[in-house]
């Protein structure tokens, strides 16, 4: 999830870090972090002030849920709400509804660390769809129709060898990895990072020399007829698009 862990934990090393983090929480979300750290049900009546005192007095324990705390910083609510429609109850998710239908995200987060912790991976590459514009396309030669569906294909297939032809027809060097694949209202989702342009990134006091990351998100339609794509050069990802549906 491309969090600074080294530098989050010499910080919540601090116990007064600790104690200020968990008092910074509203009611709603210490519900949910007290029942998810203590594999309880969230319904359970615990006054806040006890719940409080009793994270406190284990805050040492809670380092992940402090790296979920940081991660709910600048994501859209748009995107950690609609990947937890499809995972939390119905009674959870009406219990982190604050108002005019939109939900207290870092009590989604906690909550869905504890059921499926792969989940914030999702949100992490699904904010980058609600953030960036997308190039419609649709393919001259619609995929075959197989008894294995497009998707199922799409999620068995050698997908990085396709990435190395793709690298190597441009020739610049970089390597193109593929960093999530999934499912979500019945469209099919290709995250796919190389390196670009080079930058330098301040690390303490030393500058660090690299590469800044380059997106490309392929959103293909269930049956591999239709795509959109997200990229510096749509028209050149297009060669990914046409190697998965040929």
């Known amino acids: 999830l491309e969090l600074p862990i080294e530098r989050l934990m010499t910080e919540y090393s601090d116990v007064s870090s600790r104690q200020n983090w968990i008092e910074s929480l509203s009611g709603r979300q210490l519900t949910v972090l007290y029942a998810a750290s203590n594999d309880l049900d969230f319904t359970q009546e615990v006054p806040l002030s006890k719940m409080r005192q009793m994270l ?6 809670l380092f992940d849920y402090y790296l979920v705390n940081r991660f709910n910083h600048a994501k859209l609510e748009t995107a950690v709400s ?13 219990f982190c509804l604050v108002k005019n239908n939109k939900y207290d995200k870092k ?38 129709q197989r008894e294995l569906n497009f ?5 068995s297939s050698p997908i990085t060898k396709i990435l190395e032809k793709y690298d190597t027809s441009l020739g610049d060097g970089f390597e193109s ?17 190389r390196a670009s342009d080079e930058d330098v990134l301040l690390n303490c006091d030393q500058l660090l020399h690299g590469h800044k990351p380059e997106w490309t998100i392929i959103d293909f339609a269930a049956n591999g007829n239709q795509v959109n794509i ?9 060669f990914i698009a046409n190697a998965l549906v040929s």
């Not at 406190?56 to 324990?61: A, D, G, I, L």
Request: aromatic share 12%; proline share 5%; net charge positive.
């Open 177 to 193: 990895t593929l960093q999530d694949v999934f499912l979500h209202n019945d469209r099919l989702y290709l995250f796919i990072r």
């Open 82 to 94: 609609d990947i937890a429609k499809e995972i939390l109850s119905d009674e959870l998710l009406e």
């Open 107 to 144: 009590s989604l987060l906690f909550a869905l660390f504890k059921q499926k912790p792969d989940a914030l991976k999702n949100i992490y590459h699904y904010d980058k769809i609600h953030k960036k514009g997308f190039a419609a396309f649709v393919l001259m030669n619609p995929p075959r």
């Open 151 to 155: 998707a199922e294909f799409v999620l």
């Open 56 to 61: 406190v007095e284990k805050s040492e324990q």
């Open 230 to 238: 997200c990229a510096k050069c749509p028209q050149k990802s297009v």
